[in-house]
């Protein structure tokens, strides 16, 4: 999912630099909190306690092996900025 992308289809393609950059950070922050959430109801107690111990270790295989655990991810990421896209769309602006 591109920025560019979201920003098309929020209609803020010829926004202002700042109110782009800001509309993404947003977006993209509230995707993140949202994928966070979901995966902290999805994850086992064994998988939790793996990746607790690759991230405390501040070893680079914990991003590797949440991938390899949840393949759709990106998808996951990308469904999540779709209804985020689609909920602000919707929005009445004041």
Sequence with gaps: MTDDYILQTL???????????????????????????????????????????????????ASTWFLEQFPQLQELYDGIIEEIINDKKYQPRS
């Design 11 to 61: 209609g803020l393609a010829g926004a202002s630099q700042s109110i782009k950059q800001g509309a993404i950070i947003n977006v993209r922050t509230i995707a993140e909190s949202r994928l966070v959430l979901l995966l902290d109801e999805i994850l086992t107690g064994e998988q939790r306690t793996r990746f607790d111990e690759l991230q405390n270790a501040n070893d680079e295989r």
